[in-house]
């Protein structure tokens, strides 16, 4: 069997032997590099989406921590005021003695957030003093009056009472034998509790979902403006509902809590550490979500937030159409190289195969030595020139790129008249200010190529803001924010200009570290990167805009002098006003 395998392989053509030879020497490692570099890839973005989700939510949770630790100091603070402490030996009947209104007025004039204040006779369960008529009727038989009533403040589950979405804060009030008589108990609107939950959401983007669970793993809170969604993630046990309902746990006019299917989930919230990620699908879209979940410090609640993988691992796709057309790009050259080699190959089929395992590498300057013999001499010369050629073809392979990129920047600036030619002018000012510097032919001309590519992200902002003449609102600015970053992942793709990212992406830091999207600071700036700011700059202020003319020379020189040190690196603006100078002397 093996023998008679052995026999066709040798009957085919030397030039499908080479064929097949030289494609395996440059395919499979491809595929191969492909396929570890998309798992290497993969790997990282879940790593660092994970990593985030858990700082975040950290901070989200610690918020909410500190706000509901305030409310409580508040409720404190009303708990041991002088008047209320008397009130507790001898609770006047209805509204309270005069002094006590006076005293909860003022607390609620000088604690806008508190909406109103009740105080809960404990061994009766029932109001007794009361700034509200419409809420507080139930607070007796809560389980947070119940904690109150043991001498600890307590926080209430947000509650729908009376229509209102609230939050009650409590504290023991104690007569003067010391005893635990009342509860002073304090109300805040739920809003305020949502919001660090609708502010995550939109950090993360559409499809991410923020939410607060309780102990016993019902969601009391959302990220969106449904507010409250008194939705467990999976069936609560009849007593414990029971118990919950009896109670008035979640306020008054819940009657039934909702039950879902996510049993995993449940488990892995009512278990889960002070931190913790994992991933799983939601029947919103049937997508896989990476949660991030953060225990809320003194509190049994859980922060969770949830992204879709697809918002942050579709870069993955594109990685595998560059790797795919990689691969389809080789294997032509690769074909046309065996096939060429092939018509002038006879004995010296080792040096040409070790030759071309060389080049399947990716070193081009191998050549075949001299042979001093008219069939093997041909050989070597064809040989060369074949590897020049593939060299040239990867050259313009590179240049192709880099002009379908520099397209694209001349169809943004086709868009926008007024930055029309900014490209190039940046360009020339970013060139001479490198050689100015004493930066060699190499670096120079790297700094060419991120001048003619730094602004390729603003493709993607839309012509409502690129060319709005007004004043941009903080959300169209922060789009405006995102061009630098956009930037370099389209260049970080064309895998040859990769070294030029750092200075495409950071053209945007200052020197003082309160540029962006790093907000890096001083010589952190890499050098190509502060080189274009003062080249970019300089540009935009003497360029009209759509949101106002342009400044005359020596003012952007003054804005220059006055932002050395600050916005921009003192060293390069002095170069740069040398250039400036110079040429605007030789022009007289």
């Given at each position: ?5 052995m ?20 395919l ?11 798992k290497?890839?993969?790997?990282l ?17 610690n918020?909410l ?31 309270g ?12 004039t ?29 607070l007796g ?83 969106s ?11 609560l ?16 006019d ?25 991933t799983?699908?939601?029947?919103m ?25 697809s918002?942050?691992?579709?870069a ?33 089929i ?44 990867y ?6 790129y ?56 603003k493709?993607?902002?839309?012509d ?49 570290g ?26 935009a ?19 220059l ?28």
């Open positions: 069997m093996v023998k008679r395998l026999v066709q392989v040798r009957s085919l053509p030397l030039s499908v032997k080479m064929m097949v030879t030289m494609l395996t020497l440059s499979v490692p491809l595929f191969v590099a492909g396929y570890f570099v998309q290497t890839a993969y790997n973005m879940l790593e660092n989406k994970r990593s985030d989700l858990i700082t975040h939510t950290g901070e989200v949770a918020t921590s500190r706000e509901i630790e305030n409310h409580l100091a508040e409720a404190a603070a009303i708990a041991g005021n002088k008047v209320v402490r008397q009130y507790a030996d001898n609770p006047a009947p209805g509204d003695s005069g002094k006590m209104v006076t005293t909860v007025n003022a607390f609620l000088m604690h806008a957030e508190i909406k109103s204040i009740f105080f809960v006779d404990l061994d009766s369960g029932k109001v007794i003093f009361s700034t509200s008529d419409n809420l507080g009727q139930y038989n809560r389980s947070f009056i119940k904690q109150t009533a043991t001498g600890v403040k307590c926080t209430s589950a947000p509650s729908r009472d009376g229509g209102k979405d609230v939050i009650y804060y409590s504290a023991p009030v104690t007569n003067s034998q010391n005893r635990v008589v009342m509860a002073a108990v304090s109300t805040v609107a739920a809003e305020s509790f949502w919001e660090p939950l609708q502010e995550d959401s939109k950090f993360r983007g559409p499809g991410s979902v923020a939410i607060i669970t309780d102990e016993y793993g019902v969601r009391i809170g959302h990220g403006d449904r507010g409250m969604i008194y939705k467990a993630w999976a069936p046990p009849r007593e414990t509902v029971t118990a919950l309902l009896d109670e008035q746990h979640y306020g008054a819940i009657t039934e809590i909702e039950a879902t299917d996510y049993p995993e989930i449940m488990a892995i919230i009512l278990g889960a550490r002070t931190t913790q990620t994992f799983s699908q939601l029947d879209s049937g997508e896989t979500y990476e949660f991030g979940i953060s225990k809320i410090p003194g509190k049994q609640w859980t922060v969770m937030t949830a992204v879709p993988h918002s942050f691992l579709g993955l796709d594109a990685l595998r159409k560059g790797m795919m057309v990689i691969i389809i790009v080789t294997a032509l050259i690769v074909t046309g190289v065996t096939l060429i080699a092939s018509r002038f190959v006879s004995k010296p080792r040096l040409l195969v070790s030759s071309a395992q060389q080049m399947a590498d990716g070193d081009f300057t191998v050549r075949v030595p001299p042979i001093y013999d008219r069939e093997l001499g041909c050989l070597s010369d064809e040989f060369n020139k074949m590897r020049a050629k593939v060299a040239e073809t050259s313009e392979l590179e240049q192709g880099l002009d379908m990129a520099k397209a694209l920047i001349a169809s943004l600036e086709a868009r926008d008249h007024y930055t029309a030619g900014h490209t190039e002018r940046v360009g020339q000012y970013a060139v001479t200010l490198a050689r100015k510097l004493g930066l060699d032919d190499e670096e120079t001309m790297k700094i060419k190529k991120a001048a003619d590519l730094h602004d390729i992200g493709v993607g902002v839309s409502s803001i690129l060319l709005k003449p007004g004043k941009l609102s903080p959300e169209e600015f922060a789009e405006i924010k995102r061009h630098p970053g956009k930037s370099g992942e389209i260049v970080r793709y064309l895998g040859f200009l990769r070294d030029i990212v750092p200075a495409i992406e950071g053209h945007h830091e200052r020197y003082d309160k540029g962006y999207p790093r907000g890096l600071r001083g010589k952190n700036v890499p050098l190509g990167a502060r080189i274009l700011a003062v080249a970019d700059a300089y540009d202020m003497t360029t009209k805009r759509a949101y106002r003319d342009a400044l005359s020379h020596e003012v952007a020189i003054r804005n002098k006055e932002g050395a040190g600050g916005q921009w690196d003192p060293h390069i603006v002095a170069a740069f006003l040398e250039i400036i100078e110079t040429e605007r002397g030789e022009g007289q």
